[in-house]
T-cell receptor, first 112, second 113 residues
Framework: LAKTTQPISMDSYEGQEVNITCSHN???????ITWYQQFPSQGPRFIIQ???TKVTNEVASLFIPADRKSSTLSLPRVSLSDTAVYYC?????????????FGSGTQLTVLP | DAGITQSPRHKVTETGTPVTLRCHQT?????MYWYRQDPGHGLRLIHY???????DKGEVSDGYSVSRSKTEDFLLTLESATSSQTSVYFC????????????FGQGTRLTVV
């Protein structure tokens, strides 16, 4: 089963670019890499997903090397409102079903 | 926001009593999930469903059961609540193919005293 490992916490300052790396050494051929964001007292919110190389949307970029054993979520020019927990997730398949299994996440704190 | 509603939003119950949490969706999504979230543990999958009457266990299923008799409702039952089940419970839904984008409910804060 693919398990993810990411830093427990990170600090940054407003206006900086933040990169959060996740390792998933046992990722399966058909797994997608997905990132979620969670604010206190709310459910997680999908940010971005990718399979390989680079994916960019209006919120973030996701970089995935060729071996797919890790991925990096990049948040450009963070603001105080980006303070949240960020989860890296790979999909675990069980027969015809799909499990979405979260790791412990990375607490990002953006400082003024 | 995706049409997903959890009820109740808050509940206090006594040890040993049965408790049922309800997740209701209006999106007709195939997959539904129940998670619990505790400090220091992130989100842990309890049970999930991949269709009506099709459910499976997640990583922390002991002490919980689920039922899905129709597409829109996924019920989580604690047959005999214990203090260790005090937690915030989240329901999530997702489509079948092509995306790992899941939509989460607002959560249910359950306290077992």
């Amino acid at each position: 089963l693919a398990k993810t490992t990411q830093p427990i916490s990170m600090d940054s300052y407003e206006g900086q670019e933040v990169n959060i790396t996740c390792s998933h050494n046992n990722i399966a051929t058909n797994d997608y890499i997905t990132w979620y964001q969670q604010f206190p007292s709310q459910g997680p919110r999908f940010i971005i997903q990718g399979y390989k190389t680079k994916v960019t949307n209006e919120v973030a970029s996701l970089f995935i090397p060729a071996d797919r054993k890790s991925s990096t979520l990049s948040l450009p020019r963070v603001s105080l409102s980006d303070t949240a927990v960020y989860y890296c997730l790979v999909v675990l398949y069980s027969g015809s079903a799909r499990q979405l299994t979260f790791g412990s996440g990375t607490q990002l704190t953006v400082l003024p | 926001d995706a049409g997903i509603t959890q009820s109740p939003r808050h509940k206090v119950t006594e040890t040993g009593t049965p408790v049922t949490l309800r997740c209701h969706q209006t999106e007709n999504h195939r997959y539904m999930y129940w998670y619990r979230q505790d400090p220091g543990h992130g989100l842990r999958l309890i049970h999930y469903s991949y269709g009506v009457k099709d459910t499976d266990k997640g990583e922390v299923s002991d002490g919980y059961s689920v039922s899905r008799s129709k597409t829109e409702d996924f019920l989580l039952t604690l047959e005999s609540a214990t203090s260790s089940q005090t937690s915030v419970y989240f329901c999530a839904i997702s489509e079948e193919q092509g995306s790992n984008e899941a939509f989460f409910g607002q959560g249910t804060r359950l306290t077992v005293v």
